[in-house]
C-alpha cells in the first residue's frame, strides 16, 4: 500500500497511511507517520533513509499501538521506499 508524504498535519487524510518531517527548531526533525487505524505515531527510533523523490524507507519496524474507544489496537509493518508492507 502507497503511503503519501503530506507536508505537514493538516494535509493528513484520516484515510490514507501518511508521513511527514516536522522542524523544531535547535533541535532534530522529527518524522511522523499517520496510519487510519492507529492515527499518528513518532518515527523518532528509527533510522530514516530520504529517498531522491522524497519518499522514506525507515529501519526497523514500525509498530504503533493507540487507544481507541477503550481498546488497544495496533499496526506492524515497514515502509521502504514510500510503500506501507504489513509484517
Known amino acids: 500500500m502507497k503511503a503519501i508524504r503530506v507536508n505537514g498535519f493538516d ?5 490514507e ?3 511527514y518531517k516536522m522542524v523544531i527548531s535547535n533541535a532534530d526533525d522529527v518524522w511522523l507517520l499517520h496510519h487510519p487505524k492507529v492515527g499518528l505515531g513518532n518515527l523518532r527510533a528509527h533510522d530514516i ?6 519518499t522514506i524507507t525507515v529501519k ?10 477503550g481498546e488497544a489496537v495496533s499496526v506492524h509493518g515497514y515502509l521502504t521506499k514510500g510503500k506501507w508492507r504489513n509484517c
Not at 494535509?11 to 484515510?15: A, E, M, Q, V
Not at 533513509?49 to 522524497?54: F, K, L, R, S, V
Not at 514500525?62 to 487507544?67: N, S, V
Request: no cysteine.
Open 11 to 15: 494535509d493528513i487524510s484520516p484515510d
Open 17 to 19: 497511511i501518511s508521513y
Open 49 to 54: 533513509t530520504e529517498h531522491e523523490d522524497g
Open 60 to 69: 526497523p519496524s514500525i509498530h504503533i499501538t493507540a487507544q481507541k474507544k
